[in-house]
């Protein structure tokens, strides 16, 4: 997914005013809120946000395999891997 869009700016003053004018412009992109002339915080459509933490979700797990990868443990079999989490975490009666 990429954002060729240049985000709007408007001042936070505009969220309280003009809160509708700001929520109908996140159709077309990213919103910035800028205080005291600086950018502070970013509005975007729920739709969009979740999108971006499913992707970021899916680039973690692509980063934790490649990790694992990279630095293999050893093999273990599930009888050893069961009693070393039983020590670990010991099972409720």
Avoid: H
């Avoid at 985000?7 to 505009?14: A, C, G, L, Q, V």
């Avoid at 970013?42 to 980063?63: F, K, P």
């Avoid at 630095?71 to 070393?84: G, I, K, Q």
């Amino acid at each position: 997914m990429s954002v060729s869009v240049i985000p709007e700016i408007r001042p936070f003053s505009d969220l309280r005013i003009r809160q509708a004018e700001v929520l109908e412009k996140l159709s077309e992109g990213p919103v910035v809120l800028a205080q005291r002339g600086r950018a502070s915080a970013v509005l975007v459509e729920l739709e969009v946000w979740n999108r971006l933490i499913e992707r970021l979700e899916e680039l973690e797990d692509a980063l934790e395999v490649i990790e694992a990868r990279q630095n293999p443990e050893p093999a273990v079999s599930l009888e050893e891997y069961l009693a070393r989490r039983d020590e670990v975490v010991p099972t409720q009666p």
